[in-house]
């Protein structure tokens, strides 16, 4: 198996495009370097991507590569030392590194990423307008199968009707979603109803997800840029984990 330290060795950090507009379904760039795994799969690594890699919560993306020399299926992205690694199966052609190639982002998934996500802030901001403090997330994922965050702390006063309602009340009043980047000395002067902060990794900037009027997050996926476009919220299960408790929970189809 090949290493993925050795992949990126040597490459400077990926110019990740999701970061600044989560909405880029396509872009053309430059592969850097293309490593075989087998005759017909193999890593990818670009100069620009549009695709998240696994980890922040958030699955990886999937999508195509292609030029005038190949095309390739990208099967799953993950990352290395801030170089992001796109793995694929090799359908035509040969890659050739320094070519110009064309990225596209396998969109109605990704999409649906974004709207998990973006719920899963307004959950946080639900769950602590419930309890009337603040908390702290053990973990989180925000895509399917099954969207979660868990929360340290007793599970009282939490029940699906009210938590689903309220969510829902940020869906329908169309708030902007926007990120900022704040140097680490300002960040807890600029969080609000952040349930992460204690997982955060230590980082000189750091991008904060904000939800106007509800809360600001640090968060480094992809989200909508309005909480209309969530459609609505379902509450699936809470449920009693270890230290504390698992809300469970789904986008809707259609607005509530």
Known sequence: MV??????????????LYLNDSYLGTVETTLLRYVPETRRSGYFVTTDTIMHPKGGAQPSDTGTLESANFKAVVKKVLEHSGVVVHYGDIKEGTPREGEKVSMMIAWEERY??????????????????????????????????ESFVEYIGRVGGIDLASLERISNVVVKASKRVYPVWVPRQELLKTVRGAPNLARLPELET?????????NAIPCGGT????????RGILIKKVEEV????????????CPL
Request: avoid cysteine; aromatic fraction near 6%.
């Open 3 to 16: 290493s993925l330290s050795s992949i990126t060795a040597g490459l400077q950090p990926t110019n990740k």
């Open 112 to 145: 649906r990423v974004m709207r998990l996500h973006t719920a899963g802030h307004i959950v946080d901001y639900a769950v602590v307008e419930l309890l009337g403090r603040d908390l702290l997330s053990s973990r989180a994922f925000h895509g399917p199968p």
């Open 206 to 214: 750091y991008r904060v997800i904000v939800i106007d009027g509800v």
């Open 223 to 230: 989200h909508v840029a309005n909480t209309a476009e969530v």
């Open 242 to 253: 270890m230290d504390g408790f698992k809300v469970v929970y789904d986008v809707a189809d």
